[in-house]
């Protein structure tokens, strides 16, 4: 039960904010769960796949804004980045003498976004964002978004809110729903690379069926609260998400550093 309250919780807060989820039980799975990182991404991009099914399906006759073309554009560097971070993800784990390396260097990675992130949202109100129209930026910052995610297994992410609104100039809300929308297109294609490759890690089956049921009830109950809260609430619910994200990681960071030198 523990792993259907993990990915249900991570899911609400993912569907609201539109960071995914992944980015919450990558850490907490590294944390507690007996998994490698492989296993974890795996069942950690499953379970942000199926929310944001259900988070784009609930938020078809949403009041909040899809922008198609920036969106559709955003996703298909995504793709590219995905399939790319895949591929470094996997030249690391082989080039690495432990695996606690690997999860050493993907909490840094994320400790250092997130407080990136946390910072620029604290500022936020003092920063003018730009209105970017060029196809070749966008597509760009897609493939640094989607290779970003993958590498680091965690679907999505803060630095897409981020990114949505500095170059895009979106709300909390809108940045919320085409950041879900971004992730779908990077985890289906992720989620069919490393099936068409038999990357399939070995896990208990009823484990998945709990987080995709977490990912399922989590993308319903947050697209629920989602049209009621109002964009400070969203703000205030990112803030405090972030919060815990970078305790998380820097307690992962710790024990992964003290496993390397013990």
């Not at 980015?23 to 944001?52: A, E, N, Q």
């Not at 784990?93 to 604290?122: C, D, H, M, N, P």
């Not at 977490?214 to 609430?233: C, D, E, L, T, V």
């Amino acid at each position: 039960m523990g792993y259907l309250l993990i990915s249900l919780l991570a899911s609400i807060a993912g569907a609201i904010s539109g960071i995914g989820g992944g980015v919450i039980i990558k850490p907490v799975l590294d944390t507690l769960s007996p998994f490698d990182v492989v296993t974890i991404s795996f069942l950690s991009g499953t379970t942000v796949f199926s929310m944001s099914v259900v988070t784009l399906i609930r938020n078809r006759k949403s009041e909040v804004n899809l922008n198609r073309a920036t969106a559709g554009l955003l996703a298909a560097g995504s793709i590219a980045g995905g399939l790319t971070g895949k591929c470094v993800f996997d030249l690391v784990k082989i080039r690495v003498e432990q695996i606690a390396y690997v999860t050493l260097i993907q909490s840094a990675l994320l400790i250092l976004l997130t407080l990136f992130v946390f910072v620029f949202t604290l500022k936020k109100e003092s920063i003018t964002p730009r209105h970017n129209h060029r196809i070749s930026v966008t597509l760009l910052i897609g493939f640094i978004l989607g290779c970003l995610a993958s590498f680091l297994g965690i679907g999505g992410g803060p630095i897409n809110l981020a990114i949505l609104y500095f170059f895009f100039s979106m709300d909390s809300k809108t940045a919320a729903l085409n950041s879900i929308y971004i992730i779908f297109f990077s985890q289906i294609t992720n989620l069919i690379f490393t099936t068409l490759s038999g990357r399939i890690p070995d896990f208990d089956p009823p484990i998945l069926a709990m987080m995709i049921g977490g990912g399922i009830m989590g993308g319903m109950i947050g697209s629920h609260f989602s049209r009621k809260m109002s964009h400070r609430a969203v703000d205030r619910l990112f803030m405090g998400v972030m919060a815990v994200i970078i305790a998380i990681c820097c307690y992962n960071f710790a024990g992964s550093a003290l496993l390397i030198l013990s």
